[in-house]
């Protein structure tokens, strides 16, 4: 309906401008939807000032001058919050699009079970199902939860920008605008942890450089000291304090602020022989 408004609207103008031939020949085209996309156009752009000559289309039709004003294109700008809305609609999308397939291929499953005839048939069945779930499963882990083992340490940026770049793409969230957290666990490092936390520290701090607004390092202190005492609360106390040390070096350029958590022991699994 708005598209044969602004046709008739601008048809005196084309009237003028063109012969007889050419005026039929535009209203074919017109009738056959040829015109339709810059007509869309126009309309989108709710140009006050517009004219016959901005059309583009005459130019086919011999009007050597028409499309070459500078406000023929110009097109609304999208505000920030229709960008994040329709990026949101996208998302949601996506994952609604995820379970219905999750859906579909639980179906299919029970399907192939049911029609599967012998024991035989049926427990292969199974095997394969469980076969494409383990393959689901680890691919999700990979995406969320991606782990390696370096033999260099110069591959861990590497590895850590390639990893947030795949969780953007699939999440389709711009990397310049999430956060980063990094984590450090030096218990796991045993007696060795002040040693062994350098190069990690350092490697952490390089990424923490690039965008240090929206990132930040968590480090877990140790809970031993050294060989031979790995249990006195003094050596374990000095191994914090190292930890410390190390990371407020000027070399690294890190603020840092020294927290303690304190649980109450119920809140802690009973399975846990560790916290």
């Known amino acids: 309906m708005e598209i044969a ?9 084309f009237e003028r401008m063109l012969s007889q031939e050419k005026l039929d020949d535009l209203c074919r085209r017109f009738c056959s939807g040829l015109l339709d996309s810059e007509l869309k156009e126009k309309i989108a752009t709710l140009n006050p000032e517009l004219t016959a000559k ?9 009007v050597s001058d028409a499309g070459d004003s500078a406000t023929s294109d110009q097109r609304p700008e999208p505000s920030v919050s229709d960008a994040n809305q329709q990026m ?15 859906t579909w ?14 024991h035989a048939m049926k427990e292969h069945a199974k095997d394969e199902i469980k076969e494409s779930n383990r393959t689901l499963v680890e691919r999700e882990q990979e995406r969320r939860f991606p782990i390696r083992t370096l033999d260099e ?4 940026p590497t590895f850590v920008q390639s990893s947030v770049q795949a969780w953007c793409d699939y999440e389709e969230a711009d990397k310049n605008l999430i956060y980063q957290v ?14 062994k936390s350098q190069n990690d ?29 790995e249990y006195n609360e003094d050596d374990i106390r000095k191994a914090i304090d190292a930890i410390d040390a190390s990371l407020r070096h000027q070399d690294l350029r890190m603020s840092v602020s020294r927290v303690q958590f304190e649980f109450d022991e119920n809140s802690i699994h009973g399975k846990l022989d560790t916290c």
């Open 88 to 102: 949101a609609d996208v998302v949601r999308m996506n994952k609604r699009k995820c379970e219905e397939v999750a």
């Open 54 to 62: 901005q059309f583009r289309f005459l130019k086919m039709l011999g």
């Open 105 to 118: 291929t639980s179906y299919l499953n029970h399907v192939k079970i049911f029609s599967a005839k012998t």
């Open 182 to 195: 990094y984590f450090i666990n030096c218990c796991i490092l045993g007696y060795d942890a002040v040693v």
């Open 5 to 13: 408004c602004l046709f008739s609207h601008f048809m005196p103008d």
């Open 153 to 156: 340490t110069g591959h861990v």
């Open 201 to 229: 520290f350092n490697i952490s701090a390089a990424h923490l450089a690039e965008d240090p607004q929206r990132s930040c390092l968590l480090v877990i202190a140790p809970n031993t000291g050294s060989w031979g005492n």
